[in-house]
């Protein structure tokens, strides 16, 4: 029975891209998204084609008892030895009054409720054996607050907390959470690419220099995604920046 | 009319200090509550008493509407010039296992969500006046995540981002925005003496050096409070930490 | 005996808006600068018209022994209780290639060395008389560093870790050591003003809204700096942010 | 001609263990240490018995022009194309009046100044050739002061803004800076073992769960190092921490 990698939020850039990753080291790929299971289909059938191992499973991860059950559902395929927390919450920039509680109410739900949930069904399974990693995709917002992110940064600085809480209580117990700090702009159709339309979103790439790698590609982050995973527990991280060479770092502003 | 100190969450510690020294400065204060009728007209009166203007207003903060329609009530004895956020969600150490769906939703509620459905309702009213204070009582947990402080931590970095937002937004606008870490245990029997037991409250002051300062005194803190009120626009703090001179920073560990 | 409130580095901005402040309140404001001996007894001149008392003090910090020999002497004033150490080593922006050693080295010794002499000279003397405060400006550079900031960045960010060890050490036996992070542009023609130009300097105060408040008002700041000094030992502040409405949060990013 | 791993502070530590993984992978190892020429050559000699290449090299790392004339002898074996900055300053806790002013100017030349020299002889030759990796061992003083780290500290925090203005200016031109926070105790005897004792390391060892895992193990921090050096330019990380599965982070403290 194969070790299994979870991706909750397996789209066509970071989630799809370690699944693929996981799956060429041998590792059974369960990959979760909400809709569009074409896509989804594609992808585990590119794994498959690659002799890897994939299985494809579409779940809406707000809805009561959706994240337990799938964890339940792939715990039979195989034991999950990592998983890649990977849902977004990012709606764009809204000000505070066009940002309703709605939208406040769901950000939370997928960005830190979900992870919380999610902590909750799966790490007993993995301190059961032993050990397990929870790598978990973050955004700039968890370390700071725009304009315009009121939904997306108080999910996020929520998620980061949690991701400490987290660590503090189970690193000592074999459990390593890895809190990434996605800052910089992605080259992701499904996501960057939808928010922006078409247009826009190869204006940016040919800004940032064509197709090549002026924004973070997916393939690459992977390399460090596994890398996380595969760390001895006497070296762990928990939490690392990953951005493009042509990325201004968060913290810095344009020097005039 | 007077200018109106509006404090969610005024019990016997620092919201009620933070009332009574508005109040002393020619502020309406109007203290808010979730319970304890009585323990709230105390506050009043004591405020009438040394000749101030107070009143008292019990609400459930996590109900529907019930923030909205303080605002709108409060507005009715004058205008809202500072808002004291004061709403915690500790609930002491609990174990990953053994903190509930409902309680992780019921600390967001209360100290993420209700932070929100407030800022939308009271900020509009400050800035069509020309400016306003929002003041924010923040913990260490939102700025890092211990052992046994999931629901805690999460909602409380949660609700420093979205200072962080609200700040980014509104600060051009005339609205200043203090997220105010304190640091340290509080002398407040009615919320740390509640939750350690009297016993135990008793002998972690004694421990302190008895009943002087070796927890921080809400009518002490309730000076930077008011300062923070009081700034000039041109220089103003967006976050600072209170703590004890007995206390370690959260930063530091102890020195063996 | 006066109190002493003793001001490395007064100029017409920040230092000597913060000795006249203290002034006022009653302590004898012992002020210090590097040069100009007719600016300086300009300011004490002032000070003294409204009643209060100074004394002027030309040193260079970087010297050996100056601030050693300048505590000692200040003694014999009236005892220090209020230290602000207010020594920048902004030299504008300049590529890693431009930067030369002595930039580097000349810029550790003001902001971090002369730190570190000085409150070795001082706090024990304020140790030995139950308390004192030792408020430090700092700037945006001790906590991120941008391009061009090489020289400043690295001696900023050593002075806030060492105002961390000396809080952690110091906090309790009474020493207050306070970090103020000033993150904008200071209306001080002494700094500011020298560094731009004058011509560049007008144009920027009136893109920020003509002289009234776009920048930060160095009277206005030493309201701030005066609160943190009598600030009770129960409920100190070790780290505070400042900046004009009009100002972003260095980690903020214009939103377009 | 192969490319060239340059390691400024190689012990038996970390130092030695990168020089040894890189080595492992094709890179010659140009190791640098103070003093100890035999234990120098010991480490080479294990690399050339594995088929690996590298030299020694003695060096006061604190001398005028000491890393520069380094740097230039090493280019003739081959270019640089990563250099890890590996010196610390750790001289064990000192209360302020103990540590002297040599002690903090020995730390800062050792922990900051010495990377701004380094910086400035190899990064445009790095530069030249299109980009190359500056990977800097740094320690949890660099993001908070403990009591007793006067010394350690303000060098590292003023190392870590120093690695920011490295990036800012060098990232978009090809010269990925990592800043690489060690928060636990390492297992290196050169070290950790000679600033304890033997008596006291040992236990520290055993009290960790014996020779296993409780510290950080440097073969395995290499891995991680080993990884940074060969992210793809899309997908650079500039900071992370290590710390092994038995350490509390910096940020948390013992939950009783």
Same mark, same amino acid.
């Given at each position: 029975?194969?070790?299994?990698?979870?991706?909750?939020?397996?789209?066509?850039?970071?989630?799809?891209?370690?699944?693929?990753?996981?799956?060429?080291?041998?590792?059974?790929?369960?990959?979760?998204?909400? &809709?569009? +299971?074409? #896509?989804?289909?594609?992808?585990?059938?590119?794994?498959?084609?690659?002799? @890897?191992? %994939?299985?494809? /499973?579409?779940?809406?991860?707000?809805?009561?008892?959706?994240?337990?059950?799938?964890?339940?559902?792939?715990?039979?395929?195989?034991?999950?030895?990592?998983?890649?927390?990977?849902?977004?919450?990012?709606?764009?920039?809204?000000?505070?009054?066009?940002?309703?509680?709605?939208?406040?109410?769901?950000?939370?739900?997928?960005?830190?409720?979900?992870?919380?949930?999610?902590?909750?069904?799966?790490?007993?399974?993995?301190? &059961?054996? +032993?050990? #397990?990693?929870?790598?978990?995709?973050?955004?700039?917002?968890?370390?700071? @607050?725009? %304009?315009?992110? /009121?939904?997306?940064?108080?999910?996020?600085?929520?998620?980061?907390?949690?991701?400490?809480?987290?660590?503090?209580?189970?690193?000592?117990?074999?459990?390593?959470?890895?809190?990434?700090?996605?800052?910089?702009?992605?080259?992701?159709?499904?996501?960057?690419?939808?928010?922006?339309?078409?247009?826009?979103?190869?204006?940016?790439?040919?800004?940032?220099?064509?197709?090549?790698?002026?924004?973070?590609?997916?393939?690459?982050?992977?390399?460090?995604?596994?890398?996380?995973?595969?760390?001895?527990?006497?070296?762990?991280?928990?939490?690392?920046?990953?951005?493009?060479?042509?990325?201004?770092?968060?913290?810095?502003?344009?020097?005039?």
């Amino acid at each position: 029975m194969k070790k299994v990698c979870l991706i909750i939020g397996a789209g066509a850039g970071i989630g799809g891209s370690v699944g693929n990753r996981f799956a060429k080291e041998g590792y059974h790929a369960a990959l979760c998204r909400r &809709s569009d +299971g074409n #896509g989804l289909q594609a992808l585990v059938n590119r794994i498959e084609e690659e002799g @890897g191992s %994939a299985s494809g /499973h579409l779940l809406n991860a707000v809805e009561d008892n959706a994240l337990e059950t799938l964890v339940t559902a792939v715990e039979k395929i195989g034991p999950i030895d990592t998983v890649l927390f990977n849902l977004g919450a990012q709606i764009g920039n809204r000000s505070l009054e066009t940002t309703t509680l709605k939208n406040f109410e769901l950000g939370w739900k997928m960005a830190c409720l979900g992870l919380f949930r999610l902590a909750k069904a799966v790490i007993p399974l993995m301190e &059961s054996r +032993g050990g #397990g990693n929870l790598l978990v995709t973050s955004a700039t917002a968890a370390v700071r @607050g725009n %304009a315009g992110q /009121h939904s997306h940064a108080a999910a996020m600085g929520g998620r980061r907390m949690l991701c400490q809480t987290l660590n503090a209580e189970y690193a000592s117990r074999g459990i390593h959470v890895a809190h990434i700090i996605v800052d910089g702009a992605v080259d992701a159709p499904d996501t960057l690419g939808k928010m922006l339309g078409e247009t826009q979103f190869n204006a940016l790439r040919q800004a940032r220099g064509g197709d090549k790698d002026g924004l973070l590609l997916p393939t690459k982050m992977a390399e460090t995604y596994f890398h996380l995973a595969q760390q001895h527990r006497s070296a762990w991280t928990h939490e690392l920046d990953l951005r493009s060479y042509t990325d201004l770092a968060w913290w810095n502003h344009e020097v005039h």
